[in-house]
């Protein structure tokens, strides 16, 4: 993609307006929390502590908006305690002549590192960079640094209690996760209709996984309806596999004839059921099943054509699967629906706020270092905060903190949310400037009107948090004038100042973001070999339960199969944001092209696909055993991972010790007892090694980029050897 095309399609994203919006209920309270800490402090200690306590209670109340599974009262706390200390130590940095600078680098280095936790931190650190610089302008005493900085952690503690004790869709978010993952299966039932080797999305399966974590808090007060919530999720994980495996035509029901539309209607009632499911999850109301959706045991019907052998097995297990999640709803079973479905058991648990800590330590820690993208973000962020502060001295504007807060949140890990929020920022503060300030200009308000002005400015901010970024940054524009004109000063020519500084902040973060990217094209290759190492872990894991059904295997299968499904997930969001990178950039591979990449990504989605099948079918605990799986496993998950070094180094990939491994099970599969387990070996075994050909086939165009001293070497010395 061309330079122009990528900048017009991410102008168009980031002024493109959805019609939705944030429920009214939550962006009213959010208003109110702020006027609860501003007109108090306005009238018992003035202008400028009244501006320190609201733009505390802002970023709180913003963080409460994140897309976090945490209770919202301890984030509107992290949020003004993390505000308080930007404060505070702001204004004592401001006392010293030159230190302000350099407390502003680190701070802004410390705020991209943060992208490490999550987005939801990410983006609070960010603010506590635009609040470091909105209310800090005057040098103060120690004293009344930590006044100013109470004062902003009073914001988060204000808006805690609001949020306390006006409880309002406070599992929402768990209902909605919960709820997407049975409608993105009811999806892809429909998909394998018309296609069965299609693949489920990961996402829905992953951001379930997170909402069911639950602090110890949140264990002891969670509504009696979601108690449930793990037992349903485990049942989804377990309708994942039994679904492909209705589908494929080589594990499951033949590719044409009567079967084959038995099975097509099999998955036409899932799909309805599921939906039903996925209503009832979201509203918290009984599950009401349509009444053209067709009995769950279409799969031994009384009339008609019947399923049979592994097709019937896996259109019975997904009628019972449909119906043991049905009636949980429904009766509120707590026993059925609590009871682990996969697993060891007990319920998913994360550490409280403050226990948090050291575990955000160790993952800002594995990022520090050059070739991390969060590194690189940090050091960017650094930089051109910094710059446009420098800048904006230089030039003697008196408010020349509105150049570094542009920059701060414009800033992002990658190009297209860079460059889509560069253009809305510009944008929004252009208009809710202009408008705010003609309105001072022409109805010269007082104090308290400026307040409310102010606060309903914010109101609208949090309103349209999903609408989109151009039109909330209106409102937080027109917040910021309002609140800041409270301060002595003339009105026109602070507007036309922050016009031209949001242009100057605009400006340097989009042209660093050129001048020093960092490109998702250029990790897709390393994206692409962790998958490939991660899905034969779980392949790996899949088939050695054949050789023991008897011995425990629910954590290695689950921990391998969350694995893979992460790197799944993180090369498809590479890929996305890739697609939106100007020019073209090399795959990160040595001697791979993009096209290449695409073909090896097919082959390892295919193993990843066979694994699943092989999941949907594993033994129960008193079947026989199925000798030689478990060597065919180690050579597996041992291949895979040379095969991942070998793409990073740019070396062959081969399969040889696979093909051989595969030889030696298909010679035991002969003496061992007939059974479906036996036949589900032998053709997932045969269906795994096709996507390893697949794979070799994939990269075999591939540039030897040995040096040629390592090249003679390597043909003149042959390989050990022995066991692999």
């Known amino acids: 993609m061309s330079w122009f095309a990528a900048l017009r399609d991410t102008a168009r994203t980031g002024l493109t307006l959805d019609r939705a919006l944030t429920d009214p ?43 976090s599974f945490r209770p919202r009262a301890s984030l509107a706390v992290a949020a003004g305690l993390a505000l308080g200390t930007s404060t505070f130590l702001g204004y004592l940095a401001a006392g010293v002549a030159g230190l302000f600078p350099v407390l502003l680098a680190v701070w802004a280095f410390g705020a991209g590192l943060a992208w490490a936790i999550g987005p939801t931190a990410g983006v609070v650190a960010a603010n506590t960079v635009s609040v470091m610089l909105v209310v800090v302008q005057l040098p103060v005493s120690a004293l009344a640094a930590l006044g ?131 209503r009832a999850v979201r509203s918290g109301e009984a599950v009401r099943l349509p009444r053209s959706a067709p009995s769950l045991t279409l799969a031994t019907p009384e009339e008609g054509v019947r399923l049979r052998g592994a097709a019937r097995r896996s259109a019975r297990r997904l009628g019972g699967l449909l119906r043991k999640a049905a009636d949980a709803l429904d009766r509120g079973d707590e026993e059925t629906i609590s009871t682990p479905v996969v697993g ?35 050091v960017r962020l650094a930089g051109v905060v910094t710059v446009a502060y420098l800048l904006a001295r230089l030039a003697g504007f008196h408010h020349g903190y509105w150049a570094p807060m542009t920059a701060a949140m414009v800033m992002r890990p990658d190009f297209a949310q860079t460059y889509s929020r560069g253009v ?68 026109f020519t602070t507007a036309v ?38 899905a034969g872990r779980y392949a790996g894991a899949v088939v050695a339960c054949y050789e023991d059904p008897a011995a425990p295997r629910g954590r290695a299968v689950r921990s391998a199969l969350l694995d893979s499904r992460e790197a799944r997930s993180e090369l498809l969001q590479a890929m996305e944001r890739a697609d939106a990178e100007p020019g073209r950039h090399a795959s990160g591979l040595p001697g791979l092209n993009r096209r290449q990449l695409d073909r090896a990504r097919a082959a390892v989605g295919h193993l990843g696909r066979v694994a699943v099948l092989l999941e949907a079918h594993l033994p129960a605990a008193d079947a026989d055993p199925v000798p030689g799986t478990a060597e065919y496993a180690e050579e597996l998950r041992l291949a895979t991972a040379l095969a991942g070094a070998a793409l990073l180094t740019g070396r062959p990939v081969e399969f040889d010790a696979v093909r051989e ?63 692999r």
Do not use: N
């Open 344 to 378: 060891a058991g007990g319920a998913l648990h994360k550490p409280p706020m403050f226990r948090m800590l050291p575990v955000a330590l160790r993952m800002v820690q594995r990022q520090f270092q050059p070739r991390s993208a969060v590194f690189q973000h940090a």
């Open 148 to 278: 100013h900085g109470l004062l902003c952690a009073l914001g988060g503690v204000v808006q805690a209690a609001v949020i306390t004790l006006w409880p309002i869709g406070s599992w929402t978010a768990q209902r909605d996760a919960l709820a997407d993952t049975y409608a993105e299966l009811a999806d892809y039932a429909r998909r394998l209709r018309q296609d069965p080797t299609a693949h489920v999305d990961p996402a829905p399966f992953m951001t379930a996984r997170h909402a069911a974590a639950l602090t110890p808090w949140q264990d002891r007060h969670r509504p009696p309806e979601l108690r449930g919530l793990r037992g349903l999720r485990g049942l989804a994980e377990r309708i994942r596999p039994t679904l492909a495996a209705l589908a494929d035509p080589r594990v499951g029901a033949p590719a044409e004839g009567p079967e084959r539309d038995r099975a097509r209607e099999v998955l036409a009632a899932s799909a309805e059921v599921m939906d039903a499911l996925a």
């Open 661 to 723: 491994a595969q030889t030696r099970l298909e010679e035991r599969l002969v003496q061992a007892p007939a059974g479906v387990q036996r036949d589900v070996v032998r053709a997932g075994t045969r269906l795994l090694g096709q996507a390893l050909k697949d794979l070799e086939r994939a990269l075999r165009g591939r540039e030897d980029v040995r040096g040629p001293e390592e090249a003679r070497y390597r043909e003149a010395v042959p390989a050990p050897e022995g066991p």
């Open 424 to 491: 809305a920022r510009l944008a929004g503060t252009v208009v809710g400037v202009a408008v705010s300030t003609l309105v001072v200009q022409l109805a010269h308000p007082g104090e308290w009107v400026l307040a409310v002005l102010a606060v309903l400015c914010i109101g609208g901010a949090y309103l349209t948090l999903r609408t989109g970024y151009a039109l909330m940054t209106v409102g937080i524009s027109s917040y910021v004038v309002f609140l800041l004109g409270l301060q002595a000063g003339d009105p």
């Open 25 to 67: 209920k939550r962006a009213v309270r959010g208003a109110v929390a702020v006027a609860l800490v501003l007109l108090p402090t306005l009238a018992l200690a003035g202008p400028t502590p009244a501006t320190s306590a609201a733009m505390g209670a802002f970023i709180a109340g913003t963080a409460t908006f994140q897309r």
């Open 497 to 534: 100042e922050r016009v031209g500084l949001t242009l100057l902040g605009g400006s340097v973060a989009l042209v660093a973001y050129a001048l020093f990217p960092t490109w998702q094209t250029a990790r897709l290759g390393e994206r692409l070999a962790e998958w490939l190492a991660a």
